[in-house]
């Protein structure tokens, strides 16, 4: 009788033993140290030839120029280039300064190639909205695409409040 409450008190212990165990593995693996994503921290890429519901097809860089001949379809108005220059300060001071004035004038343009004066009339003459839009939605050589943080119609604001800068 003694051997059997032994070999009990065994069974219990490695019953015991084991539970315990995977309590340790769950409580060390749980989910707050697995792997998330979070909005916005990684950009998964859209299979090619798709267009979100209320987007529009993106014109690769490689056609710049089909894209440079598209018109801008938001008319500019203070509403808009108040919503480009919104946008703008997000997503394009960095490089390229508050006042759109390139070089070296934004905090992250000091660590890289001085970006272009976005002002500069000359520049502005040079490029149709189309391309502003494509050179912001696709990127450029330096430039990283915004395609996937704006839309289209953001991109578009963005245009618009970088025409109002221009010097004249």
Known sequence: MKY????????????????????????????????????GERVFSMPAGVVPR???????????????KRPNPVKSSPGSVALGRERYVTFCVPCHGSEAKGGTTGPVATKFI????????????QRTDGYWHSYIVVGGAVMPAYGEALSSHEAWHIVNYLRSVAQK
């Open 4 to 39: 059997v409450f032994i070999l009990t008190l065994l069974v219990v212990a490695a019953a015991a033993g084991l539970w315990l165990t995977a309590v340790v593995i769950r409580w060390n693996d749980n989910m707050t140290q697995t792997p998330r994503i979070m909005p």
């Open 54 to 68: 209320g987007g529009e097809m993106t014109i690769p860089r490689e056609q710049r120029d089909i894209a440079a």
């Open 114 to 125: 001085p970006t272009p004066d976005l002002t500069n009339a000359e520049l502005q003459r």
